[in-house]
């Protein structure tokens, strides 16, 4: 059974990082064609992809965002972080992991429950 | 940047048949993938590479993908089927969201 359940603080001020764990199990980011990835979605906006991990180290982000994001794996915790520099009272979104695997072509077949994250002073 | 357009909403009777439709520049050139999300949860893929269900999707969910435009068609539309649906592709490396359909059961 794969998993995926999102980790970090609920609240944070303008111009902080933001740090995002997201605790999976059930998969190996190990094997060939396996990737996380982070998704966010505003309070009734669409959904957003912000970044993938790839099997093999490889990062992807969202061009827009590409200056503030980081993203790193921690294979012996079953780990995946997301980092967002300079938070913004716009970024304040439920943010949700998802495995990406080539299984289904790519698509983010299984998704964490997400975590809303406010930002305010 | 590659942009993926939806009809804001779609309204459809109870038992009837729904269809939304997503477009993009050349889009049958990529795999569209569909996810349902209803209030307050997690998205869930229902569709895979323009028209496969993953396991235990029912079979009333179909799709298609054409020319610009990619289609999710649900069948005998039930009233557990309404639901916010985004389409999403891979543009190149990175990943695109639709901008997401509102389906509403009459």
């Known amino acids: 059974q794969i998993t995926l359940k999102e980790s970090g603080p609920t609240l944070v001020k303008p111009t902080q990082t933001l740090t995002l764990t997201c605790t999976f199990s059930?998969?190996?980011?190990?094997?060939?064609?396996?990737?996380v990835g982070w998704i966010r979605q505003s309070p009734g906006k669409a959904l957003e992809w912000l970044a993938l991990?790839?099997?093999?180290?490889?990062?992807r982000y969202s061009p827009s965002l590409k200056s503030r994001l980081s993203i790193a794996k921690d294979t012996s915790k079953n780990q995946v972080v997301l980092t967002m520099t300079n938070m913004d009272p716009v970024d304040t979104a439920t943010y949700y992991c998802a495995q990406r695997s080539t299984d289904v072509a790519g698509a983010f077949e299984f998704w964490g429950q997400g975590t809303l994250i406010a930002v305010s002073s | 940047s590659f942009e993926l357009t939806q009809p804001l909403s779609v309204s459809v009777a109870l038992g009837q048949t729904a269809k939304m439709t997503c477009g993009g520049n050349n889009i049958e050139g990529k795999n569209v993938h569909w996810y349902q999300q209803k209030p307050g949860q997690a998205p869930v893929l229902v569709i895979y590479?323009?028209?496969k269900r993953p396991a235990g999707i029912p079979d009333r969910f179909s799709g298609s993908n054409s020319g610009n435009t990619a289609t999710l068609t649900i069948s005998r539309v039930q009233a557990g089927d309404e639901a916010d649906y985004y389409c999403?592709?891979?543009?190149?490396?990175?990943?695109?969201f639709g901008t997401g359909t509102k389906v509403t059961v009459l």
């Open positions: 999403q592709v891979w543009d190149r490396t990175t990943g695109v």
């Open positions: 059930g998969f190996s980011l190990s094997s060939s064609g396996v990737g």
């Open positions: 590479k323009d028209s």
């Open positions: 991990l790839y099997w093999d180290g490889e990062q």
